[in-house]
């Protein structure tokens, strides 16, 4: 049971390495290379951090011999998610939600109907695929490295080493969103692959509330 509650924190944290964002980047002079990028970054901002209003994406994986299944949904470009996992461990089926909205995280056990609530530092934690700037690109050595389709999207590659977390590893990107990713965090290996991918579906706004009856502790 340890190992598969390591293996849904890291799930629940492979799309939400942590690292400032934008917010950091406020002092010093900059090029004016760097004044157009923070410009332009700054109108996608108002937009969030995919390109695409709402979506749910379903993927599997697999670690430690236990097959994974994760649904993360989506709406206001990002501003308001919820990732679902659902992992069978020795016979005994798990059920974990992460819900992110109005600068908070809430981490759900939905078998047990208790959970925790977060501050988010900063911006957030998600790599924002849409306003990378090149802080972020140099402290996790991120670099666009290609392309390749997914089911039937044109994803842009990047590869990162985030060293400062021990994680490294590549990551498919369709406007803003993961749709693969292969990822060695702390030594553990971790593959994700989306099976489906719904853009722009209509998403029920009870998805992003905490269900009745539950017990939420404030860190």
Do not use: W
């Amino acid at each position: 049971m340890k190992k598969s509650l390591i293996f849904n924190l890291l799930i629940s944290g492979l799309f939400l390495i942590s690292c400032q964002g934008n917010a950091d980047k406020t002092n010093g002079d900059a090029s004016d290379n760097d004044m157009q990028a923070t410009t332009s970054n700054a109108e996608n901002k108002t937009a969030g951090k995919y390109q695409i209003k709402t979506g749910i994406v379903t993927y599997t994986s697999q670690v430690y011999g236990m097959d994974q299944l994760t649904i993360i949904t989506f709406d206001d470009y990002g501003k308001k998610e919820v990732t679902d996992t659902y992992t069978e461990a020795m016979g005994v089926k798990l059920h974990n939600r992460t819900i992110v909205k109005d600068g908070y995280s809430f981490n759900l056990n939905m078998d047990e109907k208790r959970g925790t609530k977060v501050k988010m530092a900063g911006t957030g934690a998600a790599i924002d695929y849409t306003n990378l700037t090149s802080e972020i690109e140099q402290k996790m050595n991120l670099k666009k490295t290609g392309n390749e389709a997914i089911l039937g999207k044109e994803c842009d590659i990047y590869s990162f080493d985030y060293k400062e977390m021990k994680t490294k590893g590549t990551t498919s990107v369709y406007k803003g969103i993961a749709l693969k990713s292969k990822v060695n965090a702390m030594g553990m290996d971790v593959t994700l692959t989306a099976t489906k991918f719904e853009e722009n579906p209509s998403i029920s706004q009870d998805i992003f509330e905490i269900p009745t009856g539950f017990e939420i502790i404030e860190n």
